[in-house]
T-cell receptor, first 115, second 110 residues
Framework: DAGITQSPRHKVTETGTPVTLRCHQT?????MYWYRQDPGHGLRLIHY???????DKGEVSDGYSVSRSKTEDFLLTLESATSSQTSVYFC??????????????FGPGTRLTVL | QQPVQSPQAVILREGEDAVINCSSS?????VHWYRQKHGEAPVFLMI?????EQKGHEKISASFNEKKQQSSLYLTASQLSYSGTYFC???????????FGKGTRLHILP
């Protein structure tokens, strides 16, 4: 358990509406990530953050924005949701293993359906 | 740059062995293995580092062939609980992000 929660866990919304997903962590990790998971594509990085107010784009960032005003919270916003953004969204943190090696631990996911 | 996993899916009977491969076209720094059960989050299994030793615990182990830029995950005497989708994630350089493969679905029959 990496102390990661996501909210909401499920959401159904309509095309064109704004949607914000929240990722909350309790262990003060510096790096946080947002992924989407779709059948046949695996996990694809949307955006990531390397500190408060420090964010960068991943491979599928179009149509998404993020914000991180506190270490513990990383928000993903769909400004105007489209049906192609129907997906399962996972938040992850980077946790240090032994030495200087780190890996990622995932939150429980948010299933988003855009009608 | 996405690693290629093979096979895409495999069905085994309980007690049989399985090997899942993860290949990259570029030199790798590390390979990360995850397992995801249906409706759940991916769970970290192990990491293989360039120049490191084969890792594993109990009946799940993995190797990293630096010359071939390939990692293999070995599941020995599979159990029903091993069912799920296995993902590898590759890192090209020490501070790079993980890039995940499309996954290998493993189904264990009793």
């Amino acid at each position: 358990d990496a102390g990661i929660t996501q909210s909401p866990r499920h959401k159904v919304t309509e095309t064109g509406t704004p949607v914000t997903l929240r990722c909350h962590q309790t262990e003060n990790h510096r790096y946080m990530y947002w992924y989407r998971q779709d059948p046949g594509h695996g996990l694809r990085l949307i955006h990531y953050s390397y500190g408060v107010k420090d964010t960068d784009k991943g491979e599928v960032s179009d149509g998404y924005s993020v914000s991180r005003s506190k270490t513990e919270d990383f928000l993903l916003t769909l400004e105007s949701a489209t049906s192609s953004q129907t997906s399962v969204y996972f938040c992850a943190i980077s946790r240090l293993l032994a030495g200087d090696v780190d890996t990622q631990y995932f939150g429980p996911g948010t299933r988003l359906t855009v009608l | 740059q996405q690693p290629v996993q093979s096979p895409q899916a495999v069905i085994l009977r309980e007690g049989e062995d399985a090997v899942i491969n993860c290949s990259s076209s570029k030199a790798l720094y590390s390979v990360h293995w995850y397992r995801q059960k249906h409706g759940e989050a991916p769970v970290f299994l192990m990491i293989l580092l360039k120049g490191g030793e084969q890792k594993g615990h109990e009946k799940i182990s993995a190797s990293f062939n630096e010359k071939k830029q390939q990692s293999s995950l070995y599941l020995t005497a599979s159990q029903l609980s091993y069912s799920g989708t296995y993902f590898c994630g590759t890192v090209l350089h020490r501070d790079d992000k993980i890039i995940f493969g499309k996954g290998t679905r493993l189904h264990i029959l009793p």
